[in-house]
Nanobody
Framework: QVQLVESGGGLVQPGESLRLSCAAS????????MGWYRQAPGKQRELVAS???????SYADSVKGRFTISRDNAKNAVYLQMNSLQSEDTAVYYC???????????????WGQGTQVTVSS
């Protein structure tokens, strides 16, 4: 079994910062890309940022220059530093990881439980 556990959400005012964390645990052979998605009320889930096991990070246009994704492979963890938060960033944020649990199996998507981020004055 594989679990992704997130932390770091909360209520902040516009212009403030938050850091989300996500750690994967369980029967993990390898982790390819990791990323953060978000889903606001009444909207579809969207990709916020992703980071491959090696290579270039990518961001949604709406968060470029404000959010930074990073990972710690030794800890099977991914982080999202969110600065200059805006009300439009209010959503439930989900961690995603493409994980291989056995050498003969393809990678599959695993998801965290979601953490609420609310930006409001």
């Amino acid at each position: 079994q594989v679990q992704l556990v997130e932390s770091g959400g909360g209520l902040v005012q516009p212009g403030e910062s938050l850091r989300l964390s996500c750690a994967a645990s369980g029967s993990i052979l390898s982790i390819n890309a990791m990323g953060w998605y978000r889903q606001a009320p009444g909207k579809q889930r969207e990709l916020v940022a992703s980071i491959p096991s090696g290579g270039t990070t990518s961001y949604a246009d709406s968060v470029k220059g404000r959010f930074t994704i990073s990972r710690d492979n030794a800890k099977n963890a991914v982080y999202l530093q969110m600065n200059s938060l805006q009300s439009e960033d209010t959503a439930v944020y989900y961690c995603n990881a493409k994980i291989r649990t056995r050498g003969f199996l393809p990678t599959r998507d695993y998801w965290g439980q979601g953490t609420q981020v609310t930006v409001s004055s």
